[in-house]
């Protein structure tokens, strides 16, 4: 049987749990499981070695890459996740985030060092970055001075603002993407979008040139998981703004899922209308901790995503395959 191969996209805590879910139900469907990862996180520990060392930002790489670690190097994956704390020059670095920037200092190549940290980890998947290089966000913000509009720059203050996002962009704008991750999009039987900060750490994807035309002409089925609770940067956003936004981007998406959580929906309707325009079926399941804090748990979100990612159907039409035309099988 061949693999199901899944590419999931996104950053920080929300790509975390998309990929600890995915971990939950990797044996019993024979996943492989790709992670994409936003490259410009400049707060923190992240901020200060991309400025002091003119590094990658490892941090959102080292979140993905402990989620996906295997059953025998959970110690190893803690142990990355270590924070120093004081008030020396360590205080506030991750150890995975040191021990990524060696790595691709050592070997020349964030790529190769992923892929080294991999090993170490023995993690389920792979963890690539979305392009090599790293990047930086700028937003116009409305609602921060009366009548105009306001540039905020950098990841971090565009997902703290207390005004309203209304365009987000990359600089430099059109950056090349990472060969890697153009690869396993290509190759895709699976797209997951979400959950996560939505200006931050999905729709950058879409604004790489190169992986925004991968991800159109893919054959692969998209998922788009919805959040639990709204953020600083989307808290004028309803849940079907939310899908809406991702079509202001990309006009030419198209999704085959959405999955929301059912009791952070509330009122389905709006929401299944938003994924009926954008072609998807919604799927309401309980993904949430049972404790009712906005936080995804692994079983039930794994558990939730199962059923979707197990289906056997003819390929999705989007990348121009008819349903039915796929010589590699199905997983």
């Avoid at 996104?10 to 139900?25: P, Q, S, V």
């Avoid at 959102?60 to 402990?66: F, H, I, N, S, V």
């Avoid at 979305?130 to 937003?139: D, F, G, K, S, Y």
């Avoid at 603002?161 to 704008?173: A, K």
Wanted: proline share 8%; glycine share 12%; charged share 20%.
């Amino acid at each position: 049987m061949a693999p199901v191969k899944v590419v999931a996209f996104g950053g920080g805590h929300g790509l975390g749990a998309a990929l600890r879910a995915l971990r939950e139900i990797q044996p019993s469907l024979g996943l492989e499981i790709t992670a994409v990862v936003t490259v410009a996180d400049d707060g923190g520990s992240s901020g200060r070695l991309r400025a002091e060392r003119g590094a990658l930002p490892p941090g959102d790489l080292r979140q993905a890459l402990a989620a996906l670690s295997g059953e025998d190097r959970l110690l190893t994956a803690e142990l990355l996740q270590h924070r120093f704390v004081g008030t020396d020059p360590l205080a506030g670095h991750a150890v995975g985030n040191l021990v990524l920037v060696g790595l691709m200092e050592l070997l020349g190549d964030p790529v190769a060092a992923l892929d080294h940290a991999g090993e170490l980890l023995e993690t389920c998947g792979r963890v690539l970055p979305m392009a090599r290089a790293p990047l930086a966000i700028e937003a116009d913000v409305s609602g921060l001075e009366p009548g105009r509009l306001v540039t905020v720059r950098g990841q971090h203050e565009v997902a703290v603002t207390p005004g309203n996002v209304e365009v987000v962009r990359l600089v430099p704008p059109a950056p090349p993407a990472c060969a890697e991750a153009l690869a396993a999009v290509r190759d895709a039987d699976w797209l997951v979008f979400g959950p996560g900060s939505w200006f931050t750490s999905l729709i950058p994807h879409l604004l790489v040139p190169e992986l925004r035309a991968a991800i159109a002409a893919s054959d692969a089925r998209r998922l788009v998981t919805l959040n639990l609770a709204a953020e600083k940067e989307t808290a004028g956003l309803s849940l079907a703004d939310h899908l809406a936004t991702l079509t202001s981007y990309m006009p030419e998406l198209r999704v085959d899922v959405v999955l929301a959580d059912d009791r952070a929906v509330g009122n389905p309707g709006p929401v299944a209308d938003a994924a009926t325009r954008l072609g998807a079926s919604l799927v309401l399941a309980p993904v949430a901790m049972a404790d009712g804090t906005p936080r995804h748990d692994p079983a039930a979100f794994g558990a939730a995503l199962h059923p979707i990612l197990g289906r056997q159907p003819a390929r999705s039409t989007r990348g121009g395959r008819r349903d039915g035309d796929d010589s590699r099988g199905q997983g």
